[in-house]
């Protein structure tokens, strides 16, 4: 569960959040939507700690994320960031093995508990074929799957993932979002998604946090379509 206790974020003398407060439930697959520009990569790499630009309090299933050490905080919190990862000579299995890093001894000595976690994360995103290819042969969109698969064998109670099917075409953008959302509900976890997509928020998400500075709603797909916000924040017309 992450908890967010009065967040101001902001660049300079604007204010993207102001006195924000809203919690967001484990068990759930939540889209996190606005305009480009409302801080919805900032305040995902808030709550991951790599950006400690903000006023307030951020939780994670009751403890404030400033008093976590780096270790404790990589076990309660996986990244998947937009930026393209290309390693020449390093297997996709190795790269998703990585998310083991916090469990494994001071050598990075996998076990074989470890193994088959890391298996049963590309087997999860559809990738169990592609494990000992090259990373540097990928595509854009098989990239991101792997790296969405190394979040997966982190096996952290909060999974952060900054725009995971924007390299991804339309049936494996639904099969990613379909896939996110049975992992929330099935193991418990707080799975968090950025999107420009509005299709995929409203199909697929349990909740939909939109940005408006300085505020944000939380609603659930339904009650957002309902209040009409969507078109105020977006600009979108009612024909």
């Not at 020449?88 to 083991?100: E, K, N, P």
């Not at 999974?159 to 193991?187: H, K, N, Q």
């Amino acid at each position: 569960m992450i908890e967010l206790r009065n967040i101001s974020t902001g660049y300079g003398v604007r204010k993207l959040l102001q006195g924000v407060n809203t919690s967001i439930d484990n068990g759930c697959l939540t889209a996190l939507i606005g305009r480009n520009g409302t801080g919805k990569s900032t305040l995902l790499r808030a709550i991951a700690g790599l950006n400690r630009q903000y006023t307030g309090a951020i939780l994670v299933n009751g403890t404030d994320i400033s008093q976590m050490k780096r270790s404790e905080l990589s076990r309660s919190v996986s990244l998947v960031t937009t930026s393209r990862v290309r390693i020449a000579d390093m297997t996709c299995r190795d790269i998703v093995a990585l998310g083991r890093a916090p469990y494994t001894d001071w050598i990075g000595r996998l076990r074989p508990d470890d193994r088959e976690i890391v298996d049963n994360a590309l087997d999860k995103v559809g990738m169990a074929s592609y494990g000992d290819r090259s990373l540097d042969t990928m595509s854009d969109g098989e990239c991101q799957r792997i790296m969405i698969a190394r979040a997966i064998a982190q096996d952290t109670q909060v999974m952060l993932l900054d725009e995971p099917t924007s390299f991804l075409d339309m049936p494996a953008r639904y099969d990613l979002a379909g896939t996110l959302r049975e992992l929330a509900a099935s193991t418990g976890k707080c799975i968090v998604m950025s999107t420009h997509e509005l299709d995929i928020a409203m199909r697929f998400c349990d909740r939909v946090i939109l940005l408006d500075p300085p505020e944000l709603h939380n609603m659930t797909p339904v009650e957002m379509t309902q209040s009409g916000v969507i078109e105020q924040v977006f600009g979108i017309k009612k024909w």
